[in-house]
C-alpha cells in the first residue's frame, strides 16, 4: 500500500519558519515528480511547488515568491517543504502529492490537483499574527 505522511506542521509567529516532511512508503518515487500543495478553509487546493526526480528543476506556485523551498532525498524516500517568512495568510493544511500522470510537466499541468496520482492526508500549518 502506497503512502505519503507529512509532518512538521504546526503552530507559529508571522515570520517564523517551519520545516514540512514527506515520507512515502509502499514504494519509490524515486524517477517521479513530487511536489506540495495546499488547501485554506473554503478555497480550492492550491498549488506550492513541486521537484523532478534530481532536483534539476523546480516548478513554483504565483504567490511563493522566494519564501519556499523545496528538496527531497530519494535514498529516504522523502521530499520536504522549508518554509520562511510565515505569513497569517500561509495558514492552510499543506498536502504532499507524487507523480503526476505522465506528459504532465509544465507548472499550470502540475497546478492542477486532479492530474497528481498520489496524495498524502495533510498537515496543518496555523500562522498567528
Known amino acids: 500500500q502506497v503512502q505519503l505522511v507529512e509532518s512538521g506542521g504546526g503552530l507559529v509567529q508571522a515570520g517564523g519558519s517551519l520545516r514540512l516532511s514527506c515520507a512515502a512508503s509502499?514504494?519509490?518515487?524515486?524517477?517521479?515528480?513530487m511536489g506540495w500543495f495546499r488547501q485554506a478553509p473554503g478555497k480550492e487546493r492550491e498549488f506550492v511547488v513541486a521537484i523532478t526526480w534530481n532536483g534539476g528543476r523546480i516548478y513554483y506556485g504565483d504567490f511563493v515568491k522566494g519564501r519556499f523551498t523545496i528538496s527531497r532525498d530519494n535514498a529516504k524516500n522523502t521530499v520536504y517543504l522549508q518554509m520562511n517568512s510565515l505569513k497569517p495568510e500561509d495558514t492552510a493544511v499543506y498536502y504532499c502529492a507524487a507523480e503526476p500522470g505522465v506528459g504532465v510537466t509544465s507548472t499550470p499541468q502540475l497546478s492542477t490537483p486532479q492530474l497528481w496520482n498520489y496524495w498524502g492526508q495533510g498537515t496543518q500549518v496555523t500562522v498567528s499574527s
Open positions: 509502499g514504494r519509490t518515487f524515486e524517477h517521479s515528480i
